[in-house]
């Protein structure tokens, strides 16, 4: 026998807190990635662009720090890019 909320269309209060929570550990979760995009980007340099310690790399190259392939001259992980995506993977 369907309950009364069902029989009238109406939403169950708990449905109802279930459904906002989920919303909400969605935002918390989407939160959380952002969060560590920038911590992320901070921590091999590209986030402020920072040079290469290298002389024969002019500047800040994108392709290099993707691929661990220069030293940062102030950031504080050497490691690429790629390497960092499969730190925060694990």
Known sequence: MASHTERHGQTAPHAAATSGEAALACEMARLRSVYL???????????????????????????????????????????GHRRMRHLRDE
Request: charged content about 20%; overall charge negative.
């Open 37 to 79: 995009d920038l911590v992320w980007d901070s921590l091999v340099g590209r986030l402020n662009r920072d040079p290469a310690l290298q002389s024969h790399i002019p500047g800040y190259d994108d392709a290099h720090r993707l691929n661990g392939w220069d030293w940062p001259s102030a950031a504080p992980s050497m490691i």
